[in-house]
């Protein structure tokens, strides 16, 4: 078991109506000006907007206005978030939506607080070492941004997609209701249920067979979220369906489903490529279209994780061919997500196998390094995965 | 599934040679005075206590000085704690031991912001609202109170012990080492596995069958805890298995395993009585005593989860006689607890049965409350519970 330090200090008010709480927890912060961000307007038809400004007047609290976070949230925007912070003295991000807002948040957060583009954070040539605080109300269950300690932004210019972890990314609070995600469009509720997963498999799938504990956290997280994902693709509205679903996302990135294991999370770095040079891809199926494929080139470096995988999450009856359960495990996952929605191939994704070279040469940050984990992936071993799912 | 808050903002540091970063980590707090609390000198015998003098001196930090934390820790010596946290301007507590040494601590650090007797809180009389920051040396694994919100005090005068949880009660940071355990005795091994399973068992089995993700954590975490308990207790170095329990005497008692789940602990509040009034009494032997005859009293009340522990956690073989694949299952841990060297009867506590009567009424706080759980246990469920053992 690796050493590692465990810190989760996001406050979770976690369940029906906690929005509602919005004011008297920011009054418990002794907040007084507050950056609103959101994304493309979603929350205005819900009715949560309105009931935002309801609680920051009953509260007495200022805020300035951002909305238009992106999927893949971009630099500009950061910039401009950045901008009014400082104009206008804001002592709380408060970040209402999924993850890209969350991220988005996070950026300016720590952005405000130094005098550079903080694009130099993504790309590790910076530590930040402030940040503004950042309270969120999440309205979809994927990326489990409000409890990590990780930031991804896209770059306008370059559109490259990179993620940077810092312990000034913690969130100081988040507001968790199941039943704001009901509304939640089936594609993105399958893209979350695989993001979600993937935070955790890919913890999981990394070197050593010593963490015990958090190896049965992971599995019974994984197993639980399958369940209640095909549950929630049936019965949008079921509350303790989504309840899982919405904690997996939180427990499945903050750091408890890795305690002792060193990972780094290949596909993930793999898929940042992909929704960073499409933008209309969305991340979770990126990665489904891409797990699949990396787990059939890495699980013979992994035999042992890779055979609980495919019995204890997937349910696939032992058998004297371990191999064979193995694959049928991995095919297995496969076909829930093709079940909940989700593409198989890039051409799915609408992207053409001739961006294959230009994926693979900037997934190795342009020849600069190589994905090492059970398996190393570096530029021709990401040009097979790539050209396997064309 | 209940609404919840979940906050468990206490940063820790786990693995080899942790300790050794306590004054890099004091002086990121900007530590300047420190009260420096410990137990029965094990500490000085071990090596520790000058490993922390060293790091004091090395950062430059003051401190005072206050061991003799007794098992069952009393309220006597945090008034003496209190007295000198207010004369010394102490800044952080430093609680380097167990449990004991932790709520000893804990209780010092609210006591210390008010001008009332601390133990008005234990009797939840007054609710506190500040708290001196509280660090932590662990060097057993069992109670939890390094990542938990209680704190249980006993008072010297009444031999009452009293238990109350709050957000004061959260420490900043804990150091783990596994191999800082390995000194533990056999017994205290033992007694620390029971109390770590019982954190996570008491909260499964409470009421409501809708939390599907906590629950498959709370059983993952007790099945890994009894593997790794039978393994240290053969091999007390094994630093995989000591890093197990270690790990899970945190989770089992942060909040974790109990998210959306409405518990009491009624096996606690009955234990407290007796290592309340026999302070010889171990809390986890106490505990080991005691399960299993509350068990067989309750499991016909929730017998879908005492099923999936059988099956689950203890490996039972499923048949069609399910009330008695249960019934195997609490035998099966009676049987772990008898194997790791826990008694089984009120007479291996030295315990009379004369005294049960008085166990009973000081239980139902003299007549004050029943315990409202999964069945309810007033004083004639007492006294058939601790009949049942005697």
């Given at each position: 078991m690796e050493n590692f330090i465990y810190y989760t200090p996001t406050k979770i008010f976690f369940g029906?109506?906690?929005?509602?709480k919005l004011g008297e927890i920011l009054e418990s912060y002794s907040?007084?000006?507050?950056?609103?961000h959101y994304g493309q307007g979603s929350i205005k038809k819900s009715g949560l907007y309105d009931s935002i400004l309801r609680q920051f007047k009953a509260y007495k609290i200022n805020f300035v206005e951002l909305g238009g976070v992106s999927p893949n949230p971009k630099l500009s925007l950061v910039l401009e978030g950045i901008k009014l912070c400082k104009q206008e003295k804001v002592d709380l991000i408060l970040a209402v939506g999924g993850g890209s807002v969350i991220d988005s948040a996070k950026s300016i957060a720590v952005g405000?607080?130094?005098?550079?583009?903080?694009w130099l954070f993504q790309t590790q040539e910076k530590t930040p070492i402030d940040h503004i605080p950042v309270g969120v109300i999440l309205t979809?269950?994927?990326?489990?941004?409000?409890?990590?300690n990780s930031c991804v932004i896209t770059n306008d210019l370059t559109s490259e997609k990179r993620g940077f972890t810092s312990e000034?990314?913690?969130?100081?609070f988040a507001i968790l209701n199941?039943?704001?995600?009901?509304?939640?469009?089936p594609y993105q509720t399958a893209c979350g249920i695989v993001d979600i997963l993937m935070h955790t498999l890919e913890r999981y799938f990394?070197?050593?067979?010593?963490?015990p504990l958090t190896d049965s956290i992971a599995l019974g997280l994984m197993k639980s979220v399958i369940e209640a994902g095909k549950i929630v693709m049936k019965d949008p509205q079921n509350y303790n369906a989504r309840a899982t679903i919405l904690w997996a996302n939180s427990l499945s990135h903050n750091g408890l489903t890795g305690c002792g294991r060193d990972f780094i999370m290949s596909v993930h770095q793999l898929e940042h490529e992909i929704s960073g040079m499409f933008d209309s891809v969305a991340h979770g199926a990126g990665l489904a279209v891409l797990w699949p494929a990396w787990a059939r080139k890495a699980y013979k470096a992994s035999i042992n994780r890779f055979k609980r995988f495919a019995y204890e999450v997937m349910g696939i009856p032992s058998t004297d061919n371990s191999e064979a359960d193995i694959l049928k495990g991995i095919d297995a996952l496969q076909q829930f997500f093709k079940e909940i929605?989700?593409?198989?191939?890039l051409r799915e994704l609408?992207?053409?196998?001739?961006a294959i070279p230009t994926l693979a040469f900037n997934a190795m940050f342009k020849g600069k390094r190589v994905l090492k984990d059970i398996i190393t992936v570096d530029y021709d071993t990401a040009i097979e995965i790539l050209e396997s799912i064309k």
């Open positions: 029906k109506k906690q929005e509602e907040v007084k000006k507050v950056l609103f405000a607080k130094v005098d550079f583009n903080p979809i269950a994927a990326a489990g941004s409000d409890m990590s000034e990314n913690r969130c100081l199941p039943e704001l995600t009901y509304t939640v469009s990394s070197l050593g067979e010593d963490t929605g989700m593409p198989t191939t609408n992207i053409d196998e001739s």
